[in-house]
């Protein structure tokens, strides 16, 4: 005789899960009601307790798993007919849950890039255990589309404007998924240009200290930096640290016109080169200088300039030399220590030095063509602190003052005269910086106006008024 009870005789279905073990957060589980036969019965599902009750006329139940409180014991049942005829529950299933892990995506080199640069996004997920994962790729603004792609790395060769856009990823294992990564946004921008500055000064005496620094317009991360002197690279190494290159003590073989560019990834994608930055070091009273005739920076294409290597003692073997779009050269027309130019044009512009037979550099000053019809009139030397500042507007129809002109400097109105000329009666450093004049028939270029002290002019004997093309 059989001493079961009623209940011990009603069948016992089985449960499990779809994914069997832990669960993850932001995702579901599918819990499977086991009968056999399993066609006829309706199914009760039950969480944490069996007083309330769910039910469906499939075997499976999704539970969607919102949050670690959705774990915990659950039980299913089957029934039929009417009355309604129970099965008996389950044993109970343990449903684990494990609070998702959140992807990351990485960049390199940066997420400000430059076309043609190669880019690579990673993505990566923090996770126990010797779990694989799949990764999908989302984009949003890109013309590119990446969700096929299931490797944890997105290479990009050659980055074109077009990839331009926001990225992200997760990662996925069986019916499981991570959480999505925060996008991060890839810019590209056109071709990467250098820019080199100077601090403290352009100017220096020999034994003084100077540092050259090169930085990458608009991006900061990742770049390693070459030094080049009149188009020549520079093999001292040792002086640059990161985008910086320092001479200390300062010689009179480092005068010279400078560049930089910068380089990164592999393979490498390297900058456009920078501006021009003339160094000039000088030693106590300098032999020779370099006269400029008509006396200015800003000279009219077409026009013609002189420029002489004159020694107190003698010239001789000093020549006039110059640094124009890249190219170090003598001047084209030299006559002993003169260069004649007769025909400026702007190609002409450039830095303009004087240069012994030993290789000896002194006294550069820089020449600006300008094909415009208005150019601003000021000293080649510099002003002495206390004395007068005088600049004139001049007009390329009669090379005279043009009777109205505003006078700027660093950008901010300073001045308008309606005599074509700006004085200012008693110099202080101060009054150092940028100038121009603007008329109703144009807009000169911008010189640099240099301010120094009594002391300092017997040392340094050199001087530049820079000027370019804003």
Known sequence: MCSCSPADLKPKPELTSDPAG???????????CHMNPATGWDFYWYKHTLHSETKTQTNSYRVKIDSVSAGGQYWCRAGRGKPVYYTQYSDALWVNVTVSPKAVVTVRPDEQVFRGETVALRCDIKWRGDTE????WETEGTSYQYNSISTQELNISSVKDSHSGKYSCRGEMGTQHSQRSDAVTLTVSAEAQAAVRVSPQPWLTEGDSVTLICEV????????????????????????AGGSYTLSPAALQHTGVYTCRAERGRPAYYTNYSNTQTLWITGQGSPVSLVVRPSRSQHFSSDSLSLS??????????????????NTEDCSKQTGSTCRLVSLSTTDSGVYWCQSESGEKRHPLNITVHDG??????????????????????????????????????????????????SITT??????????????RGESLHSWISVRGLGIISDLCTFIIISYSM
Not at 390 to 417: E, P
């Open 22 to 32: 832990a669960a993850l957060t932001g995702n579901t589980v599918t819990l499977i």
């Open 427 to 440: 110099v202080s450093e101060s009054d150092e910086g940028f100038y121009y004049c603007k008329t109703e």
């Open 133 to 136: 994962w799949t990764y999908r």
């Open 217 to 240: 317009t608009g991006s900061s991360t990742g770049w390693t930096f070459s030094w080049f002197r009149d188009d020549d690279r520079l093999s001292d190494s040792s002086r640059g």
């Open 373 to 422: 019809d208005v150019i601003l009139e000021s000293s080649v030397d510099p002003v002495i602190e206390g004395d007068t500042l005088t600049l004139h507007c001049l007009h390329r129809s009669t090379n005279s003052s043009i009777l109205r002109a505003d006078f700027y400097k660093d950008g901010s109105l300073v001045q308008s005269q309606t005599t074509g000329e700006m």
């Open 309 to 326: 290597c004159e020694d107190q003692m003698n010239s001789a073997g000093w020549t006039v030399r110059r640094y124009t779009d890249r």
